[in-house]
């Protein structure tokens, strides 16, 4: 008893607590978690398309249950199961605008004692068109232990044997190779498709080390639950050109882009990158299944009926045909069973929001999350960049301060800025991609130099209060011909102007202050620079740059 009780993940030293105790073996073996691994939803196209998906569904559940009667692949309701065999259970509507088919089969996993693989399925066509929907959960009996996300091996039968699509793009279970640049206008248009559903991830060749993942290790294992890209080192460039490295994929990661993508206004740390590291691979790739799997769970492509959804409206239509044929022999019952319907209808109801709202929640907590160790790491990066850089002057005899390289070219400002600039400056890829595109200032070493100075005084002067900085900002900004100032006059003015907000960690900010050099509105002899200070984090965050927001409360 006690090795099944190992199997369940018990620690050894409860093993000891609970010998001889049957109570403790009891409530061991009692612990249940059910827990939701993926959704995956999509269209089906073709001649005779829904009973098709039907039949296959069948074959897949009867490959576990040979107990399904041989009628159910044409649509036949069954319950069969039980008493040592995995329950499969299907049930079907059929109504003027179209028919619905729901099924939901358990399958116990042969190499983990008291875990169990429940697998939802819904075939529905309306005015025509037909979705399939299916929900893989978790189940296991006993202390939880890790397991690998997956999604239903019937997804990859359907795709390999049907027409399926999902944002106006075609399901493969091969994956798409960007090699032109054709083929990348295709999939930024994508990227940045607002009613696009799936996330989408992309895996980049690699120059000059092995990808981080197989890309036929992605596509196998995300086909259905995400829109799979490879990209040549070529297009990787021109991606990069494009929107910018902090969005781009290149040299072997992954990344994956969520939906609800634009990039001119969009925080990287929302759409996580797998950086591949020289020398070493993953052929599994568990870390960004899982994590692409789980923003799955509660997007918002869950839309289509659940079985016991479907299985409360099957026994509503029942219960009201039967008080239709006979309405006044049997009222007692047919009212014990229409309170009996209402109260499985609420409770249904009612553990699908609890869920679903779960969902939300842990899916929010865990993206913030990794937001936030997204940013730290990248802060963490640079900051052991510089002081390699640092350490390297004075292993060489060098006096430990490096002069930093002047601002020349704003259309590579980006890449400027992350190898020059502290992280007590974080710069909104916004801001960036502004400089980067419109910035005309004819002298670009004067943005270097008034960011330099934020980040050397400005930054340490009011971030730290140091008092003592006041004097040398005030000569520093005197001698730049730069200044500070509140953006609006009116306090409450600024939440009216959205364009002066920024995202940062999950939340809104607003640029309250600017760095102004030159007068008027002509970008080329004139500049600013809209920011905030962040209290807790000291540091300063930067909006926009380098155009003047035009509005009539700026003074």
């Known amino acids: 008893m006690a090795d099944r009780i190992v199997g369940f ?148 039968d359907l795709v390999r044997e049907l027409d399926c699509t999902a944002d106006g793009q075609t399901l493969s279970q091969d994956g798409t190779l960007i090699a032109t640049p054709d083929d990348l206008d295709t999939l930024c248009a994508l990227l940045e498709r607002p009613d696009r559903r799936l996330p989408v991830v992309v895996l980049a060749e690699g120059r000059d080390r092995q990808p981080r993942v197989p890309l036929r290790t992605l596509v196998a294992r995300l086909t259905g639950a995400a829109h799979v890209f490879g990209m040549t080192d070529g297009c990787a460039d021109l991606l990069v050109q494009r929107i910018g490295r902090s969005l781009s994929v290149y040299n072997g990661a ?62 509503s239509n029942e219960l009201a045909e039967r008080r239709a044929r006979s309405p006044a022999n049997d009222p007692d019952l047919v009212r014990l069973l229409e309170e009996q319907n209402a109260t499985l209808g609420a409770k249904i109801e009612k553990a699908d929001d609890e869920l679903n709202q779960w969902l939300a929640d842990a899916e929010a907590t865990r993206t913030s999350s990794d937001q936030q160790i997204a940013e730290l790491l990248s802060d963490l990066h640079r900051s052991r960049s510089q002081n390699d850089t640092l350490r390297q002057a004075l292993a060489t005899g060098g006096s430990g301060h490096t002069p930093r390289a ?35 200032y004819r002298t670009p070493k004067e943005i270097g130099d008034a960011l330099y100075a934020l980040d050397e005084i400005y930054a340490p002067m009011r971030c730290e209060a140091q008092t003592e900085l006041k004097s040398v900002w005030d000569e520093r900004s005197t001698a730049l011909g730069i200044s500070v100032t509140p953006c609006f006059k009116r306090e409450g003015d600024l939440k009216r102007h959205p364009e002066y907000s920024v995202s940062y960690r999950g939340g809104t900010h607003w640029c309250h202050l600017h760095l102004k050099r030159g007068g008027g509105k002509d970008p080329k002899g004139m500049f600013r620079i809209y920011f905030l200070i962040d209290e807790n984090e000291q540091r300063i965050l930067i909006g926009h740059m380098p155009s003047h927001l035009d509005n009539n409360m700026t003074n």
């Open 406 to 440: 002047p601002l020349t070219d704003l259309s590579n400002f980006g890449a400027w800025a992350a190898a020059n600039l502290s992280p007590r400056i974080w710069i909104s890829v916004k801001a960036i991609k502004e400089t980067e595109r419109n910035g005309q």
């Open 9 to 156: 993940g018990t620690e050894s030293g409860e093993i000891e607590n609970m010998a001889g105790s049957e109570e403790g073996m009891t409530k061991a073996l009692a612990r249940t978690t059910t827990r939701p691994v993926s959704n995956v939803t999509f269209a089906l196209a073709g001649d005779d398309v829904f009973e098709r998906s039907l039949a296959l569904a069948v074959e897949w559940m009867k490959a576990r249950n040979a107990a399904i009667p041989a009628e159910a692949s044409r649509g036949a309701p069954f319950d069969v199961g039980g008493g040592g065999t995995s329950v499969a259970r299907a049930t079907r509507i059929d109504y003027e605008e179209g028919r619905v088919w729901s099924a939901t089969i358990d399958d116990p996993d042969d190499t983990h004692v008291g875990r169990t693989w429940i697998t939802e399925i819904t075939i529905g066509e309306y005015h025509g068109g037909v979705h399939f929907g299916s929900r893989l959960l978790n189940f296991t009996r006993g202390d939880e232990e890790a397991f690998t996300a997956s999604v239903p091996g019937l997804v990859r």
């Open 254 to 315: 992954v990344r994956l882009y969520r939906p609800g993508l634009r990039f001119d206004d969009a925080d990287p740390f929302e759409h996580p990158l797998w950086l591949a590291y020289a020398g070493r691979t993953s052929e599994r790739g568990d870390m960004v299944v899982a994590r692409v799997l789980a923003s799955s769970l509660s997007s918002p492509n869950t839309d289509y009926p659940r079985f016991d959804a479907v299985r409360a409206t099957v026994i």
